[in-house]
C-alpha cells in the first residue's frame, strides 16, 4: 500500500492542564473554547485553586481539532496551557 | 449592537467595575446635588437671586465636577489596574497584552471615569433647570428655588432608595435618611447665610 494514501491523522481529544485567572469563570472559558473552530464539546474540571488563578483540566473533543487555535482560544481569555496531558487522534476516513 | 453589549456586560463581570462604578454613582450624585443645594441657598440667603448667575454658577460647578471626576478616577482606576494586570501576568506568567483582560481593563478605566463625572454634572445640572424657566420669565425666582431645592431633596431621597435597594434595607427609611443629610445642610448654609 502506498503511504502517501494513507490520510492524515486528526485529533479527536485533548485534555489540557492550564492555569487561569479566577476572571473570566469556568463556565465562561468554556463557553469560549467549544466555540473555537474544530471543538464540539467542552469538560473542565478544577484542579486547583490559588490566590489569583485556577488550575484547571480541560478536555476537548471534536471532529477535527487544531491545538493552535484551542490555544489562541485559551490564550485570548488570559489563560495559559502549561501541558498536554493525553491526546487522542483517529485516522481521517 | 447586541452583540456588543454582550461584550460590553462581559468586560464589566471580568473586572468587576460594576460595583465601584455603584459606588462612584452614589458618592458623586451626592456630591453634585449637595454642591448645587450649596451653591442656590448660598445665593438665595446672600441677596435677590439672579437666575443668569445661578445658570452661570451652575453650569461652571457641574462642568468642573464633571472634568474633575473624570480625570481623577480615569488616572486612579488606570494606576489600580495596570499594577493588578501586572500581578495577574506575574501569577500566570504571561504576557497579557492580547487577551480579553486589557481590552476589559481599559473599558473599565473609561466606565468608571465616565459614572464618576457624569452622575454630579447630571444632579447639579438638574437642580439649575428651574431657574433656566425662570430666566426666561415663565416662573419667578422664587418659585424657581423652591422647585429646584424639591428637585434636590427629591433626588436625595431616591439616592437613598438606590441604596437601600442594595442593602436591602427598608427603602423609605433609606430615602428619608439621605434625604435628612440635605436638610441639615440646607439649614447650616441658611444659618451661616443670615450670620
Known sequence: MDDSLVPSPTIKRVVLDVLKPHQPTIPELASRIVSCNGANRVNVSLAEIDQNTESIKVQVEGSDINLETIRNCIEEMGATIHSVDEVEVARKV | ?195
Open chain 2, 1 to 195: 449592537m447586541e452583540k456588543y453589549l454582550e461584550k460590553f456586560r462581559f468586560y464589566l463581570r471580568l473586572t468587576g467595575v460594576s460595583a465601584i462604578s455603584r459606588r462612584y454613582f452614589v458618592m458623586n450624585a451626592f456630591d453634585g446635588a449637595l454642591t448645587a443645594l450649596g451653591v442656590i441657598i448660598g445665593a438665595w440667603t446672600s441677596g435677590p437671586v439672579q437666575p443668569r448667575t445661578l445658570i452661570g454658577a451652575g453650569l461652571g460647578v457641574s462642568l468642573a465636577m464633571g472634568i474633575s471626576g473624570f480625570s481623577g478616577t480615569y488616572f486612579v482606576e488606570r494606576a489600580e489596574r495596570l499594577r493588578k494586570l501586572e500581578e495577574l501576568e506575574h501569577s500566570l506568567l504571561m504576557d497579557l497584552h492580547h487577551s480579553v483582560h486589557v481590552k476589559a481593563q481599559r473599558t473599565a478605566m473609561i466606565w468608571a471615569a465616565l459614572v464618576n463625572a457624569l452622575s454630579p454634572s447630571l444632579a447639579a445640572v438638574t437642580a439649575i433647570v428651574p431657574f433656566v424657566f425662570a430666566h426666561y420669565g415663565l416662573i419667578s425666582k422664587n418659585e424657581a428655588v423652591i422647585i429646584s431645592l424639591m428637585l434636590i431633596f427629591s433626588l436625595l431621597f431616591m439616592i437613598g432608595v438606590y441604596l437601600g435597594k442594595i442593602s436591602r434595607e427598608r427603602v423609605i427609611i433609606s430615602g428619608i435618611r439621605i434625604m435628612v443629610v440635605g436638610i441639615i445642610t440646607a439649614a447650616l448654609i441658611m444659618l451661616l447665610g443670615n450670620m
